[in-house]
């Protein structure tokens, strides 16, 4: 291994000589300095490990374990448990990903001699099945540790759905057996179904406070409601809007339930044309007795047809995303219905102006302080009455350039002045290269 | 000029362009008595021959402010003194002098288009155009023209680089200064003018004004270009001094270059200091039907088909392409966009290209990244009627216009009816866009969350989480194994040595010995790093410039659990301050130049607008 590393270095040289030489030149730079600091009466092996612990806790993997060839003592603190607690695998392919992958060899050592010490891990994996299981792989072997957060994290496509469901199901059982003490789950975008949830709930309801599963189709309301139901310290949770029910809202806000602190909710169509189910009003109403300072994201991927069901009752949404067109009557909605929004992202409108819209919103949402509108039209005067309503509580003021449309009143010059005027900083509107 | 060297049948559109411009000059220069010269080879082989040839003393050249041609115009200029000939460069070829802005604004490029503007608006105008050659300095050339000068000095044809020129479409964008002053004088015609300038049309063709490939190509002058923009400006609307607003297009292209000019990675991900590392998907035949216009979507596919055809497309159908590719919904890396456009666009200059694809991708300049381009809407907000769409994909031509943006949602009996059935005709739509856009966002709020300067300053990013509470964040600096630019050999050797060092290893634990090759190498790579105790991997040996590296979100960022609160048993009030106050400390290691350079450039943005102030403040929250 040592003389394999050796060719490298030379080759990379250009060289043996090369190498030779400058390893001559550093060595007697180093013993010059060693030599000082010997007289000076320090020596670096009296460090004691504690400190070094402390200096290595600074250092990147890459730099400790460079350090740690120095001498045993350092090696010994290389390995110290504090230094194995958080680890982030990264399960990249060549063939489908620009980024470095977590080395094999590397892999192999944490999980012989670090998987005990290991508790707060993540797996970061690109889009190629192969990477998911690899992640599914090393979760299987991790049966000597108890982990308190655990994070599967796709950073292309959704890869565990592409893995058989029963070996993702295998590994992730693996972990929720072995660790009885996990408080956070991040697993957006997997396979995890009730029988997995089960188990969760069984080795940890306790202490789990976070778990966020957007978007696992295998999860049925029945298995969401089993966390809730156990998990009371569970404080944010993310799912998908099929999976939210009346009942899950009463069972969060039970009186054994923690205050819940976020809630975040995917409404995405499976299917065109889908029927979308609503919430009652007063299973809000006892969330926000339970939890009157909960945060409820909310985020809409539908087609403008299937919006019907939503905003037709006051709902205590706070983060509100549009990913895609939605319509002047449903944004009209948000403005009624909505009196706790704080955030508003509405990507695409139809081509009719949101001038009314967005001054209800003003009126009606006090707490307003974040909009960002993509491909939507306002006229410039109700943009600058939506802004002098608002003032300076809007913090975050994302506008494209071409959704103000001059009018009478206003050109797109002196709008930035206007604007800035009433939000007491300086402001412009959100531009595109032109090229 | 720095065109891709490889001719590939798609990008005859460039090569045409620039034929027909040197055949355009050459006229020109034969109205004055003389030629041009076509010479053929490298600079470095083909000048020493020419100097004594031809008894060269003085060498002029335009003044090109890319990495590629600084470098290759740096060992010119070396070459030149060497045979004791005299060099001249002049700056013609933007505007302003870039390192003059680049030093104002403390020695950084400015990074956000505001902040450009609000520099140059303190400049000194651009010097003025000098006026054309007169046949009277030409009388005292010397050169002489040889009878076989075709021969030996002749435009190389189309047919000689390797195009078959049988069947090609005529050019819509024809080469050459003649052309350039045509169009400008077009363009600059009173009524066009003041009706483009009014209405804010948004022609999706071909525009006969359009102006942008023939700045890249040097025949027309953005001098040229500039001074009459301010002439009829102050002609028409009898005011002093025209805003900047005016310049637009001639601005952002000299933003591009002002932030390219220093930056050789400018053009990629890895190394690039104001890239943010986005661990983008490959996938080549994903690509591939983007590339070639069979992604699907009528308004993504027409407009690929228009710039393959034509060499040209409207900003607005850059950005939905762009868009479509990078975050919107493909999540394939801007470089390969970037190379797409180099090969077929007309106006892709190289920093300009780059420059936009980063900016179109929110992999730099500062962009909120919440809203996506949709392939559907996008396109039909911008022409209703959908002719553009059955200009480009005839097959498509009987849809009506409710479905001609989506036409998988005809009903087959319709699509039978048009003669085109998706998915046997026209090709299904590759991707869903609300659930591609949907993963997309939220690979988009995790990459950029990582990013403590940029927190706050996104919308959807600032969406709370108790994350903080639950775990220590786990994009620690000191737990992530690999980083997207760290060079791979060291991670090899790393990974070997971790190996080596376990303590097991009954033999006999590694001694430090001087003869350690790997050992010696750290050292060296904390020299490289001036001290620093930053990891190797991110202080590339072959980046000229004197810059810290960015990381991958995860390797050099922001580490506030890189701070001792990120072991876990700790007081938490404690910890959480200590780790806000080392986020302070630390708030700008990404994709910035160094820590100083960006308090630098924040505070003095702050100065200039409160703007950036905000965002400043907000990333710090």
């Not at chain 1, 944004?331 to 139809?350: H, I, Q, S, Y």
């Not at chain 2, 003869?515 to 790579?525: A, E, G, I, K, P």
Request: aromatic share 10%; hydrophobic share 35%.
């Amino acid at each position: 291994m040592k003389r394999g590393l050796q060719e490298n270095e030379q080759e990379e040289r250009g060289g043996p000589s090369g190498g030779y030489q400058k390893s001559i030149k550093w060595s007697t730079k180093q013993e010059e300095e060693e030599k000082e600091l010997e007289e000076q009466g320090a020596s670096w092996e009296f460090l004691p490990q504690e400190i070094l612990l402390h200096i290595f806790q600074y250092l990147p993997l890459l730099d400790r374990a460079y350090a740690s060839l120095v001498c045993r003592g350092w090696n010994q603190v290389f390995h110290m448990a504090e230094l194995w607690r958080c680890f982030e695998f990264e399960l990249n392919q060549p063939a489908s990903s620009y980024l470095k992958a977590t080395h094999p060899e590397l892999i192999k050592q944490i999980i012989k001699k670090h998987s005990n010490h290991l508790q707060y891990v993540s797996f970061k994996v690109d889009s190629s099945r192969e990477s998911a299981e690899a992640a599914c792989d090393i979760l299987s072997q991790l049966v000597n540790c108890s982990l308190k957060t655990l994070g599967l994290i796709s950073t292309a496509r959704p890869s565990f759905m592409e893995m058989p469901k029963s070996h993702f199901i295998s590994a992730l059982t693996v972990v929720f057996v072995n660790s009885k003490s996990l408080s956070s789950l991040k697993i957006d975008d997997t396979p995890v179904d009730d029988p997995s949830l089960k188990v969760l709930v069984a080795n940890n309801s306790d202490t789990l406070k976070l778990l966020k599963m957007s978007s696992c189709p295998h999860v049925s309301p029945a298995g969401i409601m089993c966390v809730a139901d156990q998990c009371h310290g569970l404080r944010e949770l993310a799912l998908n809007y099929h999976l939210l029910s009346d009942e899950l809202l009463i069972a969060l806000s039970s009186e054994k339930h923690v205050h819940l602190e976020h809630l975040r909710i995917d409404v995405v169509s499976e299917n065109p044309g889908q029927q979308f189910h609503s919430i009652k009003k007063s299973s809000w109403d006892a969330m926000v007795r339970h939890s009157p300072k909960f945060n409820l994201v909310m985020y809409f991927y539908l087609y403008e047809e299937e919006f019907d069901p939503f905003f037709r009752d006051e709902i205590p949404v706070t983060h509100l995303y549009f990913g895609r067109s939605v319509s002047k009557d449903v944004l009209g909605r948000v403005g009624l219905t909505c009196p706790r929004l704080v955030e508003l992202v509405v990507c695409a409108n139809g081509l009719r102006p949101l001038d009314e819209e967005l001054i209800r919103i003003a009126q009606r949402c006090t707490q307003l302080s974040a909009i960002g509108l993509g491909e939507c039209e306002v006229s410039c005067s109700a943009f600058v009455e939506f802004v002098k309503m608002c003032g300076e509580r809007l913090k975050q003021l994302s506008i494209m350039e071409e959704v103000l449309v001059p009018d009478h009143r206003y050109e797109l010059d002196d709008i930035h002045w206007e604007v800035s005027k009433h939000l007491g900083r300086v402001w412009f509107p959100d531009m595109m290269p032109t090229w | 000029m720095n065109l891709c060297s490889c001719v590939t049948c798609d990008n005859f559109s460039l090569w045409r362009f620039l034929l027909e411009s040197l055949e355009d000059l050459d006229n020109s220069l034969k109205k004055l008595n003389s030629r041009l010269f076509v010479v053929r080879g490298q600079p470095t082989e083909v000048f020493p021959r020419l100097f004594k040839e031809w008894s060269v003393t003085r060498l002029t050249f335009e003044y090109d402010p890319e990495p590629y041609g600084k470098e290759r115009d740096g060992a010119i200029i070396k070459m030149a003194q060497e045979f004791g000939v005299e060099t001249v460069v002049r700056n013609s070829h933007t505007l302003y002098n870039l390192d003059r802005i680049i030093e104002m604004n403390n020695n950084n490029p400015p990074l956000t288009f505001k902040r450009f503007q609000t520099i140059v608006s303190r400049l000194e105008l651009p010097r003025r155009p000098l006026t054309p050659v007169s046949q009277q300095q030409m009388n005292r050339c010397l050169g002489k023209i040889s009878d076989n000068h075709d021969q030996l000095y002749s435009i190389p044809s189309l047919e000689e680089l390797g195009f078959r020129t049988a069947g090609l479409p005529p050019a819509v964008w024809r080469g050459g200064e003649s052309e350039a002053l045509d169009r400008l004088s077009r363009y600059l015609d009173k009524n066009v003018w003041v009706a483009n300038t009014r209405v804010k049309t948004c022609s999706l063709y071909a525009s006969p004004t359009g102006l942008s490939p023939y700045l890249r190509f040097g025949c027309l002058s953005c001098r040229v270009l500039y001074y009459n923009l301010r002439e009829i400006y102050m002609k028409l609307c009898k005011r002093s001094s025209p805003p900047l607003s005016l310049y637009g297009q001639l601005l952002w292209r000299e933003f591009f270059y002002t932030a390219a000019t220093n930056n050789p990675n400018f053009d990629r991900m890895e190394g690039n200091p104001i890239c943010v590392q986005i661990p983008w998907d490959q996938n080549p035949e994903a690509l591939a039907k983007w590339a070639e216009g069979r992604t699907g979507f009528p308004w993504i596919d027409a407009i690929m088909t228009q710039l393959r055809q034509e060499g040209w497309i409207h900003h607005r159908a850059r950005h939905a392409v762009a868009c479509f590719l990078t975050r919107g919904d493909l999540w394939i890396s801007w470089e390969s966009g970037m190379k797409v456009f180099e090969e077929l666009l007309l106006d892709a200059d190289w920093s300009v290209n780059a420059g936009s694809w980063m900016w179109l991708s929110c992999s730099a300049f500062f962009q909120q990244f919440f809203h996506c381009y949709c392939p559907v809407g996008f396109g039909r907000r911008t022409d209703p009627s959908g002719d553009y769409i059955r200009r480009y994909i005839p097959i498509l031509k009987d849809f009506p216009n409710r479905y001609i943006y989506e036409p998988w949602n005809a009903p087959e009996s319709l699509q039978k009816a048009a003669n085109c059935v998706v998915g046997v005709d026209y090709p299904k739509p590759m991707i869903n866009h609300a659930e591609g856009s949907r993963l997309n966002i939220e690979r988009m709020k995790q990459v950029y969350q990582q990013l403590s300067h940029y927190r706050g300053l996104s919308l959807l990013a600032s969406v709370p989480t108790i994350q903080e509470e639950a775990e220590p964040p786990m994009t620690d600096e000191s737990q992530t194994s690999s980083g997207p630019d760290s060079p791979p050999r060291v991670l090899a050797d790393i990974e070997a040595a971790v190996c080596l060092m376990a303590p097991d290893s009954s033999t006999s634990a590694p001694v430090p010995d001087q003869d350690n090759v790997s050992l010696h190498r750290l050292f060296q790579d904390h020299c490289t790093s001036s001290g620093q105790p930053s990891s190797p991997a991110s202080s590339p040996p072959q980046s000229p410039a004197p810059r810290s590296k960015p990381g991958s979100p995860s390797s050099s960022c922001p580490s506030p659990s890189a701070s001792p609160s990120s072991l876990p048993p700790r007081r938490k009030g404690v910890a959480h301050k200590g780790r806000r106050s080392q986020r302070r400390r630390e708030r700008p290691s990404c994709p910035m130049a160094t820590e100083e350079e960006e308090e630098e450039m924040m505070q003095e943005e702050v100065d200039e607008e409160r703007m950036e102030e905000e965002e400043t403040a907000a990333a710090q929250q």
